[in-house]
């Protein structure tokens, strides 16, 4: 039977580079107060081992990187089976059987078992993240039992709008999107993200890093998005060189709104697969 009301909490803060253990420590607290107020899943940041300072981002993945079936991971599903919580544990460094470096998002549920990951597909040009990354070759939904398809991606992944159509087609009522966004991308957070979630009819559950490093400023703005489009929970902002303190938010979501006739259900009704692609005579 799935679940209609669920109880979703994010966890923004910043995390600092270079410092695992420091933010292991952080996310496990989150961890905690968020079992604590009732969260029954609870979304981390993307890289929050080990920060996201673009200038030192290859130095401190590579610090950082663990395979899967690492130390860090086993604590995560310690924690997330203590709890009884699902943990989506936004993206760590993970080190591959080959050595290479993958942007890993990994979520584990309420038995501590990991459920799902997804490894960054779009690797953003402007913090050169293919220098220190190797791309995921594919676009993830796995079925949570009790609450149905869910979508999991990182950040820049969610740009695309072939992202979010794919995921929805595929069933997902729910994105959940880790990130480390930056200030200068404030009008895609606020135009691009809202669109996906209206026009899919899909909650999106975002986790923003949020804070100034040496070389940037990371957003924040965490926040739950309703298949409306609507913010129903946000976290707050920094503005360039600023700061915020480590903030919790937590809504109760109605899994059922997806359902209710709207934008994405028109679409569907009316939509034309045939159209959307480069072939075929041009119209005048």
Aim: charged share 20%; with cysteine.
């Amino acid at each position: 039977m799935t679940k209609r009301y669920l109880h979703v909490g994010v966890a923004q803060w910043l995390a600092v580079p270079g410092e695992p253990e420091q933010n292991l420590q952080s996310a496990l607290a989150f961890v905690h107060h968020a079992a604590e107020a009732g969260v029954e899943l609870l979304l981390l940041p993307e890289l929050w081992p080990c920060g996201y300072d673009p200038v030192t981002l290859e130095r401190d993945v590579r610090a950082a990187a663990e395979p899967l079936d690492g130390p860090r991971c086993a604590r995560l599903a310690q924690v997330s089976q203590s709890h009884r919580i699902w943990l989506a544990a936004g993206s760590i460094p993970e080190r591959a059987e080959d050595g290479r470096l993958y942007n890993t998002a990994v979520v584990f549920d309420p038995r501590g078992s990991l459920v799902a990951t997804h490894r960054k597909a779009h690797l953003y040009p402007p913090t050169r993240e293919s220098s220190v990354f190797e791309p995921g070759d594919s676009l993830t939904t796995f079925d949570a039992q009790g609450l149905g398809t869910i979508g999991l991606l990182v950040c820049f992944d969610g740009d695309f709008p072939e992202v979010a159509r794919t995921l929805a087609a595929r069933g997902a009522r729910m994105v959940l999107a880790p990130a480390a966004y930056e200030v200068e991308g404030a009008t895609a957070w606020d135009v691009l993200y809202p669109a996906a979630a209206l026009a899919n009819g899909q909650w999106w559950i975002q986790a923003n890093q949020c804070g100034t490093n040496r070389s940037c400023t990371l957003l924040g703005g965490s926040r739950i998005l309703a298949p409306t489009g609507t913010v129903t929970a946000e976290a707050r902002r920094a503005h360039p060189g600023g700061h915020a303190p480590p903030e919790l938010i937590a809504h109760r979501i109605d899994m059922d709104v997806v359902n209710q006739e709207g934008l994405s259900a028109l679409l569907d009704h009316t939509r034309r697969p045939e159209l959307y692609v480069d072939t075929g005579p041009r119209g005048r």
